[in-house]
């Protein structure tokens, strides 16, 4: 595996793969974990050569939320992309991705400021910005995310549709630890007994979808959920349940729904969803 950290020296490695390789790339912030690694595996089964990125964008972290205090444990990285078959580890450091103040952004008013975003102000404008950058540099053929961050995917989705990119974007399910917490780097931050206590949010989801699945009212199914999450000791800062595809609330559940939470353990924002009769 080699490392790389110039984005030049990558866009000319990639140009000569390019013509006779289909290449695979795995976008993350590093800290890699069970949900990182099926990406990664999916991309290994399905393309000659894997790129996986570290890269901890500090346009998309709020100037109160955790940039200097986010996991790099880079060594165990290394080891765990070289152990499986990542051909180039592409992690580089902040003045390679903006060597000069960044001026061009790329946006989506309309989806980028509800959920998650609603509270992260400018966080979805980081994103969308850093990954146009890591798709211009790692020219990728086919690119990975997991339904873990349903608003990304999705707004990641419309860009290469709307900005004409020619990727194409595969979301992958959500992996969860065996209580049904969604596996994140931020579970590092939680003590063994508030990790106990995370579980709740995915029971709170699956609650949420038996009672619209079962003709219950959509603000009924909200507040029940909100319920058992705060009884936990979380505080909920949203608990959504909306179209998958305009992310706008819906009032009652017809066919289709995203059910997703965002919730504060103590100082950890956790974020998990899940997808009635809908695939990304
Ligand atoms: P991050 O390093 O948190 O930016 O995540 C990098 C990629 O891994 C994103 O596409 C995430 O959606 C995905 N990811 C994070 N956690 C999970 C998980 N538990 N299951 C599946 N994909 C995940």
Do not use: W
């Amino acid at each position: 595996m080699d490392i790389v950290k110039s984005p030049s020296e990558l866009q000319k490695i990639v140009e000569r793969i390019r013509p006779t390789k289909r290449i695979g790339f795995v976008p993350t912030m590093g800290a890699l974990h069970k949900g990182h690694i099926s990406l990664i595996e999916s991309a290994r089964r399905e393309t000659e050569f894997v790129i996986v990125s570290i890269f901890v964008n500090p346009l998309q972290f709020g100037p109160s939320e955790d940039f200097d205090e986010y996991p790099r444990p880079y060594e165990k990285d290394i080891e765990i992309a070289e152990g499986l078959g990542v051909d180039i580890l592409f992690s580089p450091d902040v003045k390679d991705i903006y060597p000069i103040k960044q001026t061009v952004f790329v946006s989506l008013p309309e989806l980028e400021n509800l959920l998650c975003g609603a509270k992260r102000e400018g966080h979805f404008r980081g994103v969308l910005t850093v990954v146009a950058k890591l798709f211009n540099i790692t020219k990728p053929h086919f690119a990975y995310f997991g339904q873990k961050d349903y608003q990304q995917a999705l707004i990641i989705k419309r860009m290469v549709e709307e900005l004409n990119f020619d990727i194409a974007i595969k979301v992958l399910p959500t992996v969860r630890e065996e209580d049904g917490l969604a596996v994140s780097s931020r579970n590092l931050y939680l003590s063994d007994e508030e990790r106990k206590r995370a579980c709740v949010l995915y029971s709170a989801l699956k609650k949420a979808e038996d009672l619209i699945l079962n003709q219950r009212g959509v603000s009924e199914a909200i507040d029940s959920a909100k319920r058992m999450i705060e009884k936990n000791g979380l505080s909920v800062e949203y608990f959504a349940i909306c179209d998958p595809e305009t992310l706008r609330p819906i009032d009652r559940f017809q066919d289709r729904a995203l059910i997703a939470v965002a919730a504060k353990m103590d100082a950890t924002r956790l974020i998990d969803n899940i997808l009635v009769n809908y695939e990304l």
